[in-house]
Structures are given as C-alpha cells and as structure tokens.
C-alpha cells in the first residue's frame, strides 16, 4: 500500500510555521534562482537565510550552482522571498516536494513569482549567454504536480493552462531589460526530467515540437503556482546549444560557466523589474 499523499496546505503550514520562527517578513515578490543565478541573492538587504536542510522535509540540495537557501530581506526597496538554488526530480524527488518552495511564496504572501533556469538552446538563433523571456512552456517530463487528490484550499481540480507565464509581467520584463540595455528574446521553454542531457535526435524533437530551449526544472513550478492563483513569469539563461547543434560534449561546468558570465546581466534587469513593483 502506498502512504496516502499529504495535502499541499498541511505541507505549507508546517513551512509557513518555520519560517516565521525566522522572519515577519510578506513579499511581494517570490524569486527561484536557478544553475549559476544564485549572485543576485547578494544584493538582498536584510537578508534572513535559512538553508533548505532546516525546513521540514526539504533535502539539502546535490547540484553544483544551487546552494540551497531560502532568503527573505529587500531588493531594491522590495519585500522579496528568494529560492537560492532549487529541487528537481531528478535528484530522486517527487514532483510535489519540488514544487513546494514556489508555493511556500504564495503562502508567505508573494503574489508574484518569477522563476529562471539555465537551458540549452534549440533556436539556432539562441546561442550561449540569450535571455529568453518565457511565454510558454512544454511539459515533457510525463509527471504533474497536482495529480492524486485535489486541495481545494488551493486551486481548482482542472486549472486553466492557457496564460500560465503572465503578459503584463513579461512586458514589465521587456522594459527592465530596456532600461538597463540588456538583449531580451522570447521563447518557449520545455521541462523534461535530466538528468541526462538531451540526445541529437531529441533536441531535433524538441525543436519541431515548437521549442526554444530546453531544461530540467520550472515547468512543474510554473503548473504548481499558476493553479494556487500566482502570476508567472520567469527567464531563462541559454549557457549552451543543444547536443547535435555544437560539436563539443555537454558539461554541468559549461552551463555554469556561462550562467556566471550572463548571471550579471540578468541580476541587473531582475534589479530594475523589481524596482517598478514597489
């Protein structure tokens, strides 16, 4: 017999509660910083931490580039909660417990999550160091955060999918980037499980099906937080070209690399969007 599965609003009071021994604080903005991204957790003032290990069922996280910190304080005169790092399934978790940290923003208060990632890209004209805005994604990973019995409490049973990553945020995003002289592109994003990296013929695949890059983690964050009523947005970091689009092997170093290397330039338009939400 299976442990019957543990209602996200049980899961979030026993969060909810740790935090607060922690910090009063109520964000306005929740953030997930992905592979290589976690240098902007520095500019947050005030800054409350509290490794994963410490919350109630959270693991310490396995993956290079993902220190695994919760972080609450101010960025740029803005109440934010910060993922420093985040959960993926490929480190043998479930779907649900991946999810929790983004709707640990919403239950916090943060009506707003933006989550980044560092991808591959499948656009050729999305080389390494592209920061592509999410409108759309594809979930490829054949699980869902939200099957087995519904929380009411929470979101409905069939949530709407069709405006998951938020207009007037992406524009918001657009005009961030304008302001610092930052390159932003659009694209769609597809989640499959790694952690492997993605053979020729499956980058071929992935680009018929109509993507523009191609990741481990986010789309069962963006389902999770669209349903408990968030607005989305998010970008993504293209560190390197699928396999079969370059010549050299795939490597976790190459995609930190180049995220340490474009890390700067998104910490400056996720500066400037957070400003325009005070």
Known sequence: MTDPIVPFSQRLDELEARVRQESSLVPRLGMVLGSGLG????????????????????????????SGRLILGSLRGLPVACLRG???????????????????MGRLGAPILL???????????FGAGTLMVMHDHINLTGRNPLMGPNDDSLGPRFPDMSAVWDRELRDRIYAAG???????????????????????AEVR????????AVGMSTVMEAMAANWAGLRVCGVSLVTNAGAGLSPNPLTHAEVVEAADEAGPRLAQVIGRFAEGLR
């Open 115 to 125: 989550l980044t990632n560092a991808s591959g890209g499948v656009n050729p004209a």
């Open 86 to 104: 985040r959960l993926h399934m490929y480190e043998g978790l479930s779907e649900r417990l991946v999810v929790e940290p983004a709707l640990l």
């Open 178 to 200: 304008r302001a610092e002289d930052v390159e932003l592109r659009e694209g769609i994003y597809l989640g499959l499980t790694g952690p492997t990296y993605e053979t020729p």
């Open 205 to 212: 695949m992935v680009r018929n099906l109509g993507a523009d």
């Open 39 to 66: 240098g902007l957790a520095d500019e947050i003032s005030d800054a409350v931490e509290i490794p994963f290990e410490e919350m109630p069922g959270w693991p310490a996280p396995s993956v290079p580039g993902h």
